[in-house]
C-alpha cells in the first residue's frame, strides 16, 4: 500500500475519531454516537456514486468497505459489536489481498503501488512488460499481497480483542493508533522484502528488461490465449 493511500485513510480515521468524541462530549451515548459516525463517514461517498462517479479498481475496495461498514451499524447491537465491526472490515481487506494473488488481473499490492511508484524512488519503470517477461516480479507481488493480507487480519483479531475487552471510549483512539502501527510496520517489512528482491539495484533485471529475455523467462499463458514461449 503507498503512503498516499495510509495517509488519506489516516485522515479519514482521525476525523471520525475527532467526530465521535465531540459528539460524547456533547453527552451522547456510545450507540448513538458510533452510528453517525459511520453514517457521517460515508456521506462523501454516497454524493458522489449520486453524481455518477463510479470508482475503479482498489478504489472500489475502499467504496465497499465503507458503505459495509454503514450497513453493519445499522444492525442491531451493543455497543461493543458496533466498535468491533471494523474488524470485518480490515478483515475483508486482508481476504481481498489474498485472493487477488489468485483470481485479480493484478495482486493488489501492485495496483496500490503502481500509480505512484512506477519509475520512482529508485523503482525500475515498465512494470507491465517485467510482469509479463519476469516470474520473479509476479512472484514478489504476490508474496507482498500475502504479507499485506496476513497483516490485515492480524489487525482485524487485534480489533475485536479491543472492541471486547476495553472501555468502549478508549477503543476509537486505540483504533487509529493500531491502523497507523499496522501500515508502518507491512510497509517496512515489504520493502525490506523488495530490496531483498532486487528493485532497487538499477544494475539488476528489474531496470535492464533486456536482461529478461537472455535469461529466457516465458511470460504467463492466459486461459483464452497461449503466447509463444520465450527464447532458450
Known amino acids: 500500500m503507498t503512503v498516499?493511500?495510509?495517509?488519506?485513510?489516516?485522515?479519514?480515521?482521525?476525523?471520525?475519531?475527532?467526530?465521535?468524541?465531540?459528539?460524547?462530549?456533547?453527552?451522547l451515548?456510545?450507540?448513538?454516537?458510533?452510528?453517525?459516525?459511520?453514517?457521517?463517514s460515508a456521506v462523501p461517498t454516497v454524493?458522489?456514486?449520486l453524481r455518477g462517479h463510479r470508482p475503479q479498481g482498489v478504489a472500489a475496495l475502499f467504496t465497499v468497505l465503507l458503505l459495509l461498514g454503514v450497513a453493519v451499524s445499522l444492525?442491531?447491537?451493543?455497543a461493543r459489536f458496533l466498535l468491533a465491526k471494523e474488524s470485518l472490515l480490515t478483515g475483508a481487506a486482508g481476504v481481498w489481498f489474498?485472493?487477488?494473488?489468485?483470481?485479480g488481473r493484478r495482486p493488489l499490492a501492485y495496483q496500490f503501488s503502481k500509480p505512484v511508484a512506477e519509475g520512482r524512488l529508485s523503482w525500475p519503470d515498465h512494470?507491465?512488460?517485467?510482469?509479463t517477461g519476469s516470474e520473479a516480479f509476479r512472484r514478489m507481488w504476490r508474496r507482498a499481497s500475502v504479507m499485506w493480507g496476513i497483516g490485515t487480519l492480524v489487525d482485524a483479531l487485534l480489533r475485536v480483542v479491543m472492541a471486547y475487552t476495553l472501555d468502549p471510549d478508549l477503543v476509537p483512539a486505540l483504533s487509529l493508533g493500531l491502523f497507523l502501527a499496522t501500515a508502518v510496520v507491512l510497509n517496512v517489512v515489504t520493502n525490506v522484502y523488495y530490496f531483498r528482491c532486487g528493485v532497487f539495484d538499477r544494475s539488476g533485471p528489474f531496470h535492464q528488461?533486456?536482461?529478461l529475455l537472455m535469461s529466457g523467462s516465458e511470460p504467463p499463458v492466459s486461459a483464452s490465449s497461449r503466447l509463444r514461449p520465450g527464447p532458450d
Open 47 to 49: 454524493v458522489s456514486l
Open 127 to 131: 512494470w507491465e512488460q517485467l510482469w
Open 209 to 211: 528488461p533486456e536482461q
Open 29 to 40: 451515548a456510545v450507540t448513538p454516537a458510533l452510528i453517525v459516525v459511520a453514517v457521517a
Open 98 to 103: 489474498i485472493l487477488s494473488t489468485r483470481w
Open 75 to 78: 444492525v442491531p447491537g451493543n
Open 4 to 27: 498516499g493511500r495510509v495517509l488519506q485513510v489516516g485522515v479519514g480515521l482521525a476525523g471520525s475519531s475527532a467526530l465521535y468524541y465531540g459528539l460524547r462530549a456533547l453527552s
